[in-house]
DNA sequence: GCGACAG
DNA sequence: ATCTTGTCGC
């Protein structure tokens, strides 16, 4: 495994970065309710950073929806694509989570990005972006709220809240352990906002995040380690 | 113009 | 995201 270069021709600056954005936007699918909580896989996928060395590690698990096991795991070690800029995540962390996504053999079933989708200034953050470049079902649940304002939503676990903008429903402040700060859920391609959150109370049964971020999370952090030893 | 701002 | 020990609580 050698180190993802950037792909030829992503882009390098935000104006061209916003081009690419409304470009791909027109390709997201809306209007389906995507596949059911508890069955067949589920992907989360991660990233982790060490700017200083330019290195980028990304981390793709595959979850047995029912069981929540882990069923595969695969990671990539890239260069850095693309500065942090809020609104513009995607191009910072997708192509080494498709390096990653890539060497997998299973079939990733729904993806479950860590940051938002339709819950965006645009309405096309990270998941949304992921897929419609896959063509997968894919959702953002992410730790913290952006932008977006809401109402506290109740106590217990399965509460939740709507994200506005503009006056429609972007995403869900949703509660997945009561009395602990909630999660942000949005759409990001192919799948409904209803089956966004069953998905995610699915994957959250213990704890605040789900299992599939965990998983991704720690592996991609030890993979940066690896790489940053090498 | 000044802050706020997924990861 | 990342820099970072101990510590309070179930």
């Known amino acids: ?16 970065a916003l081009d690419v954005q ?23 996928l991660d990233v982790a950073y060490d700017d200083e060395r330019d290195l980028v590690a ?22 850095v694509s693309f500065p942090y800029v809020p609104g513009l995540l995607a191009f910072r962390e997708i192509p080494t989570v498709l390096a990653a996504l890539d060497a997998l053999a299973a079939d990733p079933g729904l993806l479950v990005c860590d940051g938002y989708g339709l819950a965006h200034p645009r309405r096309f953050g990270l998941a949304s972006h992921l897929g419609v470049l896959t063509g997968r079902p894919a959702i953002g649940v992410a730790k913290n709220p952006f932008t977006f304002a809401y109402d506290r939503p109740g106590p217990d676990r399965g509460d939740f809240a709507p994200l506005r903008a503009d006056g429609e429903e972007v995403g869900r402040a949703l509660r997945t352990r009561s009395g602990v700060k909630p999660v942000f859920v949005s759409v990001g391609h192919r799948i409904s ?24 999370d ?13």
């Open 22 to 44: 409304r470009e791909l936007r027109e390709r997201l699918v809306l209007d389906e309710e995507g596949p059911a909580a508890g069955e067949g896989h589920v992907t989360g």
């Open 193 to 216: 906002l209803d089956n966004a959150c069953a998905h995610t109370l699915a994957l959250t049964p213990r704890y605040r995040i789900p299992e599939t971020t965990r998983h991704a």
């Open 1 to 16: 495994m050698g180190i993802t270069g950037v792909p030829a021709g992503w882009p390098a600056d935000e104006e061209t």
């Open 218 to 230: 720690a592996l991609c952090r030890r993979a940066l380690q690896e790489a940053r030893a090498a």
């Open 58 to 79: 990304a981390a793709a698990v595959v979850l047995d929806a029912g069981t929540l096991e882990v069923v595969e795991r695969a990671t990539a070690v890239g260069r």
